[in-house]
């Protein structure tokens, strides 16, 4: 199975920052990855598709990007509804598998 | 309006039957796969499966394969994740969404979770 590996695991940030989180597949899985949001008690929610494509309705502060086995997911301007946990999920090999996750907390 | 509605919590005891539920409506079921997510408590996500409900072919992850089965059955617009045996370990919030078969990693609709709790 390809694993992915997500960093960092958490991290702490203010408002306004740029944040960025890092997910590493253990082969080339293309473009083939997505990113969600989790917030406590609520179902995932896609933020960006095939590595860069950003979900309609999520706001453009929110971008994605890599191919092959690294990918980058980028908060520009945090705001402070974008405390959450965040996951990365490949779609290119069965079985499907998602990172370990990214907790954002308030610094 | 596109929705995935799951079934409500369950508590069961170990060796017992289950099957929970995600029944689609908004748009045609058949065209978009439903994948089915756990979440064990205080933990990350974990695909179990995905399922193609216009022919009921399913692929499991081999971590899940012979413990759940994932069904569906297109005449009610519901896929469907069920186990013959539970163990406490089964334990967890299960998540399933809607795949767009025509453009890769299109998760774009979840349902609300059904949490599974597995106690004597």
């Known amino acids: 199975a390809i694993q992915m590996t997500q960093s960092p695991s958490s991290l702490s940030a203010s408002v306004g920052d740029r944040v960025t989180i890092s997910c590493r597949a253990s082969q080339d899985i293309r473009d083939d990855l997505a990113w969600f949001q989790q917030k406590p008690g609520k179902a995932p929610k896609l933020l960006i598709y095939?590595?860069?494509s950003l979900q309609s309705g999520v706001p453009s502060r929110f971008s994605g990007s890599g191919s092959g086995t690294d990918f980058t997911l980028t908060i520009t301007g945090l705001q402070p509804e974008d405390f959450a946990t965040y996951h990365c999920?490949?779609?290119?090999?069965?079985?499907?598998?998602f990172g370990q996750g990214t907790q954002v907390e308030i610094q | 309006e596109v929705q995935l509605v799951q079934s409500g919590a369950e508590m069961k005891k170990p060796g017992e039957s289950l099957r929970i539920s995600c029944k689609g409506s908004?748009?045609?079921?058949?065209?978009?796969?439903i994948i089915w997510v756990r979440q064990m408590p205080g933990k990350g996500l974990e695909w179990l499966g995905r399922?193609?409900?216009?022919?009921?072919?399913?692929n499991y992850s081999p971590s899940f394969r012979g413990h759940v089965t994932i069904s569906s059955d297109k005449s009610i617009d519901t896929a469907f994740l069920q186990w013959s045996s539970l163990k406490a370990s089964d334990t967890a919030m299960y998540y399933c969404?809607?795949?767009?078969?025509?453009?890769?990693?299109?998760?774009?609709?979840w349902g609300q979770g059904t949490l599974v709790t597995v106690s004597s």
């Open positions: 999920l490949q779609d290119y090999d069965y079985p499907w598998t």
């Open positions: 908004g748009y045609s079921f058949t065209n978009y796969w």
């Open positions: 399922i193609d409900p216009s022919d009921s072919f399913a």
């Open positions: 969404a809607r795949y767009d078969i025509g453009k890769a990693g299109l998760f774009d609709f």
């Open positions: 095939a590595a860069s």
